[in-house]
């Protein structure tokens, strides 16, 4: 029986930034420390996963193998941490960087779907072509 993974990411996957992202993580995912669930799929059942879909389109979310849920930039940091990012990790985790990067973070998510209209195709195209 295989284990939990580490951090299961729940993900917008119907907004370009955020699928090229995980398709980003997932390369790294050699290990399989990371899970990944796509909240606006039909099948995505939030009484199963104890996390609204409301509430995990709004900002990114992750459960680690404890439990803990995970709103925001400690998703990113636990996430980088996981897919052998260490540095992007350390920045991400830095407590003096918090009122910064939350508050960004959340301004991001939710204006991510207008931001993806205007770049998210390319960016998604251009990390297909690369990440292969």
């Known amino acids: 029986m295989p284990s939990a993974p ?3 990411l729940y993900y917008d996957g ?11 993580l997932q390369t790294r ?14 099948s995505f059942d939030a ?8 509430l995990a389109m709004a900002q990114i979310h992750g459960r680690t193998a404890r439990g803990e849920v995970l709103v925001g930039v ?5 996430a980088y941490q996981l897919a052998q990012l260490p540095l992007l990790a350390w920045i991400l985790s ?13 301004w991001f998510a939710k204006h991510r779907q207008a931001i993806s209209r205007r ?9 297909k072509r690369f990440l292969r």
Not at 47 to 54: D, F, P, R, W
Not at 119 to 127: D, N
């Open 6 to 8: 580490e951090l299961t």
């Open 14 to 24: 119907q907004c370009p930034l955020c699928v090229a992202e995980i398709e980003f």
């Open 29 to 42: 995912n050699a290990e399989e420390k990371l899970g990944f669930v796509d909240v606006a799929h039909s």
């Open 47 to 54: 009484n199963a996963h104890a996390i609204s879909c409301e």
């Open 74 to 78: 400690p998703v990113f940091a636990m």
């Open 94 to 106: 830095r407590p003096w960087l918090q009122p910064l990067l939350q508050p960004a973070y959340v």
């Open 119 to 127: 770049i998210g195709p390319s960016v998604l195209k251009l990390s």
